[in-house]
């Protein structure tokens, strides 16, 4: 086996620069790029670790890596996340409604997310608190303060703890969401319906969300902008077969908005930002590139025209790949470890060549999972990432 000659740090920095590093960065732990916590729990059993399996994301049910889990799996990055306003009490709360337990959780936008309590896989949302608004209602709903200082508290100790005692990549939560939050708090149906027949209530809402994140990074940036190392954004503008709605569409009313936040951010740090989106988002690719992206997640390779060799032809030159590890869909959750360690081979030796490739699964690891198969994919992923 190759020896490592790189920190984790230099290793993401120089991949993340098109350069080919000692091997490629292995990725864990994010919102986009987590595990399930039943998925978790079978993973530390198997391994022999104890931990608590502490919760990092209600919503996507999504638990926190603990440390010997992440140098287990040979893990380069680790992440920071800003938090809620400093008066802001949600929380979960346990309801009864047609005869089941539900576990409901209010967001800041106003947005109620549901689980229940017989099937604990995730939360879905069970209110979109402006469904029946107007555009006059806008400027009257209570839109959450992106600047709150409060949501900050103690971020710049916790990257510098990374920074400058670990040799560690320092990469952000996810932030930007300013598309998808609008038909969360719409409803999908009614967003779509409104893309086509009201597009100026469209505008108005994304300027609302666009500005709750241009205050927040205004914040976040002072924060840790000289410190963090990836910057993670994203809304999903692709589904398995195509985008989810028009691209005339998303190039007149969303990419404006995008790329002011992009370029905003650019401004003011030096770090690399991740754009999240599933799907077959190829036709969207020169769009993400023209609004300053630096790198592409989750990379859905089961979807419509996302075949690696192909999106690595392509754009390569342009985009980091962060992600596309495994057919996430048909082979990690059903193949046995042998074929997840050839399926993984496959997607490396496509991705990685002259750097741009940052290894991760295709989005977060999901509940049933099994444990072998998480440890055969990163296992491979550190034995065949090296270059030489």
Same mark, same amino acid.
Request: proline fraction near 6%; glycine fraction near 8%.
């Given at each position: 086996m190759p020896k490592e000659t790189m920190t984790s740090r230099e290793r993401l920095l120089k991949a993340l620069n098109h350069e080919e590093p000692d091997r490629i960065p292995i990725d864990?732990?994010?919102?986009?790029?987590?595990?399930?916590?039943?998925?978790?729990?079978?993973?530390?059993?198997?391994?022999?670790?104890? !931990?608590?399996?502490?919760?990092? +994301?209600?919503?996507?049910?999504?638990? &926190?890596?603990?440390?010997?889990?992440?140098?287990?799996? &040979?893990? !380069?990055? &680790?992440? $920071?996340?800003?938090?809620?306003?400093?008066?802001?009490?949600?929380?979960i709360v346990t309801?009864?409604?047609?005869?089941?337990?539900?576990?409901?959780?209010? +967001?800041?936008?106003?947005?109620?997310?549901?689980?229940?309590? +017989?099937?604990?896989?995730?939360?879905? $949302?069970?209110?979109?608190?402006?469904a029946s608004a107007t555009i006059d209602d806008l400027a009257a709903y209570a839109w959450p303060k992106g600047d709150d200082a409060g949501r900050f508290a103690g971020l710049r100790d916790a990257a510098l703890a990374i920074r400058n005692d670990t040799p560690y990549a320092v990469v952000s939560g996810i932030s930007g969401v300013t598309y998808e939050i609008c038909w969360y708090l719409r409803g999908l149906e009614n967003w779509f319906i409104d893309m086509l027949t009201q597009p100026e209530f469209c505008e108005a809402m994304i300027d609302r969300t666009l500005k709750f994140w241009l205050d927040w990074f205004g914040v976040f940036l002072d924060e840790v902008g000289d410190v963090v190392d990836v910057i993670m954004i994203g809304d999903d503008l692709a589904g398995q077969n195509g985008p989810l709605f028009?691209?005339?569409?998303?190039?007149?009313?969303?990419?404006? &908005?995008?790329?002011?936040?992009?370029?905003?951010?650019?401004?003011?740090?030096?770090?690399?930002?991740?754009?999240?989106?599933?799907?077959?988002?190829?036709?969207?690719?020169?769009?993400? $590139?023209d609004n300053g992206i630096d790198a592409l997640n989750p990379v859905q390779i089961s979807a419509a025209d996302m075949d690696p060799a192909r999106l690595k032809a392509e754009f390569g030159d342009k985009l980091v790949f962060w992600g596309g590890a495994i057919d996430a869909q048909h082979v990690l959750p059903t193949a046995d470890p042998n074929m997840v360690r050839e399926h993984v081979k496959r997607n490396i030796e496509a991705f990685k060549p002259g750097g741009g490739y940052v290894f991760n699964n295709v989005h977060n690891i999901q509940a049933g999972v099994p444990a072998e198969n998480i440890v055969a994919m990163y296992d491979a992923a550190y034995e065949y990432g090296f270059y030489d």
């Open positions: 864990l732990g994010g919102n986009q790029t987590g595990i399930h916590k039943f998925a978790y729990e079978g993973l530390l059993e198997h391994l022999g670790i104890d !931990d608590d399996a502490a919760m990092m +994301d209600p919503v996507q049910q999504l638990a &926190r890596p603990c440390e010997a889990v992440l140098e287990r799996l &040979r893990v !380069d990055t &680790r992440y $920071i996340a800003a938090g809620a306003a400093a008066d802001f009490k949600g929380g309801n009864e409604r047609d005869g089941r337990v539900w576990h409901d959780l209010t +967001d800041e936008f106003g947005v109620t997310w549901s689980m229940p309590d +017989d099937e604990p896989l995730y939360m879905d $949302i069970s209110h979109h608190p402006l028009q691209p005339e569409i998303y190039r007149k009313i969303v990419k404006p &908005r995008h790329k002011q936040l992009v370029q905003t951010i650019r401004s003011r740090t030096q770090a690399k930002i991740w754009y999240h989106t599933c799907g077959a988002c190829t036709c969207y690719l020169p769009d993400l $590139i």
